[in-house]
């Protein structure tokens, strides 16, 4: 749209507006650098004179009652930061530290609506549903608490284990931690681990239901503490059952499998898992294992176990076994060696875990070797359902160094 102006007197008037609406621009926009740049300084003086710059800005309302609630003056704070929530409903930020100064004011009505004003201004960042939690919980709000750490674990990608942690201590109600945790692998794996780390052991197996009744694919490395955990209780027959499980929801596992033999992966063509049962080994400076494809007895693959030159005693290989009471068993490996340099060499044990009773226990292993048996029986007593196969070292006081070979490894019963 063009404007004409014919006479002097309308081009006169034309550039005076003009002129006056740049003053006015030019005013307001000098104010709002000033009040910024007052605002900056973060003392009160400074914010009041921002906020009386710009009366309408949220923030500086904010910030002056933020500050005055940290100086320990909530009395004063209290008007600012609700002049802040009416100028801005929808900064849940503004309403938690409103909710904050009723708190200490002992307004727990006030309290209550900030929080709910908060959690509805922004319903679902996490961020904003844990501090609502917090607020809830020092209500003693339990319920509405464990409401917003369900919001918390249902939309965060941070680690959900602080959330579970917390559901956990505020309850110890295993039902009521569940029913806020997404029926997905990750997130119930992370609350498996804290009942672990408390000990709970039936609410363990109650988030391990639940997880397994998903028929999902778990990577096994990720519940060798939960079997280990059973183990450690006496609870083998259910360590070993939720072996069985992982077997049947994972294809793969099933290769660690041979027919008869109760051992996993005795021939070491597949990936250590480093628990569950399979081969569990303890990396140190005084025992070196690697899979090895250029020593084989069979297969592609056999386990180098090699002594820098220490005392050791416990090589820290080790697979638990799952067998019967009373009833008799057969050992077998195949074992090489080069200069293995010792007045005690390793040998093959097992023994009942819970007891220490020793069942059985090979000849030690000296000097070079080409491919050997190893065999031999053992009998499990009346009650034993579980054995630990180990590679130690008895007597034990002298060094050892030199390097072994081990395949073909297997408990097979009679």
């Known amino acids: 749209m063009r404007v004409t102006l014919h006479s002097a007197t309308q081009k006169i008037a034309f550039f005076a507006a003009a002129l006056m609406a740049m003053a006015v621009y030019l005013v307001i926009m000098g104010r709002s650098y000033r009040a910024e740049q007052l605002s900056s300084r973060l003392d009160a003086m400074s914010l009041r004179s921002a906020l009386l710059l710009e009366p309408d800005n949220a923030g500086y309302a904010h910030d002056l009652g933020r500050y005055l ?143 397994a009744s998903l028929h999902q694919w778990v990577d096994p490395k990720q519940l060798a503490s939960w079997i280990g955990f059973l183990v450690l209780q006496g609870r083998p027959e259910d360590a070993n059952n939720v072996w069985q499980q992982l077997i049947e929801m994972d294809p793969e596992l099933k290769g660690y499998a041979s027919p008869g033999n109760l051992l996993s992966n005795g021939g070491f063509e597949r990936e250590l898992l480093d628990g569950g049962f399979d081969w569990q080994f303890q990396a140190n400076s005084e025992v070196n294992f690697a899979l090895d494809t250029t020593q084989l007895y069979g297969g592609t693959r056999s386990l180098r176990i090699t002594f820098p030159g220490s005392p050791v005693q416990d090589t820290g290989l080790l697979q638990w076994v799952a067998v019967r009471p009373d009833s008799t068993y057969s050992f077998s490996a195949y074992v090489r060696s080069e200069e293995l340099l010792t007045s005690s060499g390793p040998r093959f044990e097992i023994v009942e875990p819970y007891t220490r009773e020793r069942l059985f226990l090979a000849d030690d292993i000296l000097g070079s070797n080409s491919w050997m048996r190893v065999t031999g029986d053992f009998h499990t007593g009346s009650k034993t359902k579980l054995v630990a196969l180990r590679i ?17 490894v297997s408990v097979t019963q009679r």
């Open 69 to 211: 609630f940290l100086a320990q003056d909530a009395q004063s704070a209290t008007p600012y930061l609700q002049r802040a929530v009416d100028l801005n409903p929808f900064v849940a930020r503004f309403w938690f530290d409103l909710a904050a100064a009723y708190y200490v004011a002992g307004d727990l009505p006030g309290q209550q609506h900030a929080i709910e004003q908060a959690t509805a201004s922004d319903p679902r960042t996490p961020e904003v549903a844990w501090e609502a939690a917090n607020f809830y919980l020092v209500q003693g709000r339990t319920d509405d608490a464990l409401q917003q750490l369900g919001v918390v674990l249902q939309n965060t990608s941070e680690p959900l284990r602080p959330a579970l942690q917390l559901g956990w201590r505020t309850t110890h109600n295993i039902d009521k931690v569940l029913a806020i945790t997404p029926n997905k692998p990750a997130a119930l794996l992370e609350l498996l681990q804290v009942m672990i780390s408390n000990q709970r052991i039936d609410e363990a197996e109650a988030v391990w239901q639940r997880l």
């Open 392 to 408: 130690v070292r008895v007597p034990a006081n002298s060094v050892i160094k030199g390097q072994m070979w081990i395949d073909d």
